[in-house]
């Protein structure tokens, strides 16, 4: 009995200790701030400021990539644990409309205001993806669609395949 007590005690350490180590693996692949990144969606569309516009309210979309400043954003830790994306063109962060994060809510870009529709977990997914996580919210950045084309829109969705994103350095 005392044996298989050593045993159990053994294998749990063993697996808190994996555990640990996986997390502390997947915290490693976080992208850092240090570059502009364009977010290509496991459908292979970057997500883009449409029109290439900078006013505040602008719509984001998928389109094809092409590494211009409209897909281009940067990770600003917040001090919270919690990122901001900064678009490089429009100087403005990703932002969830009307700042409730709730389902089916359109993505825009909006001036910094510190505010929770700007605030996002970045969450490992595998294979080099990312779940985007507004804050205080149970969905994710996602295409509208589930088999998105170019211009389809990007809002707040329920954790699935399409809710992937790749931050690829430009």
């Not at 211009?68 to 100087?91: C, H, T, W």
């Amino acid at each position: 009995m005392k044996k298989a007590a050593t045993i159990l005690l053994f294998f749990a350490i063993y697996l808190v200790s994996a555990h640990a180590q996986t997390s502390h693996q997947a915290q490693k692949r976080l992208p850092d701030d240090n570059h502009a990144y364009v977010l290509l969606n496991h459908s292979g569309y970057a997500l883009d400021i449409e029109g290439g516009e900078t006013n505040k309210g602008t719509n984001v979309r998928l389109w094809e990539r092409n590494d211009s400043r409209a897909q281009q954003f940067r990770i600003v830790m917040a001090p919270d644990g919690y990122y901001y994306l900064l678009n490089e063109k429009s100087g403005k962060m990703l932002d969830v409309s009307g700042g409730k994060n709730n389902h089916g809510d359109n993505m825009q870009i909006w001036v910094a205001n510190s505010d929770k529709a700007q605030k996002f977990k970045i969450i490992y997914a595998g294979s080099g993806y990312y779940h985007l996580q507004p804050y205080d919210s149970d969905y994710f950045i996602s295409p509208q669609y589930s088999n998105p084309s170019k211009g389809t829109n990007v809002i707040l969705w329920n954790k699935s395949q399409m809710a992937k994103w790749k931050f690829v350095k430009v």
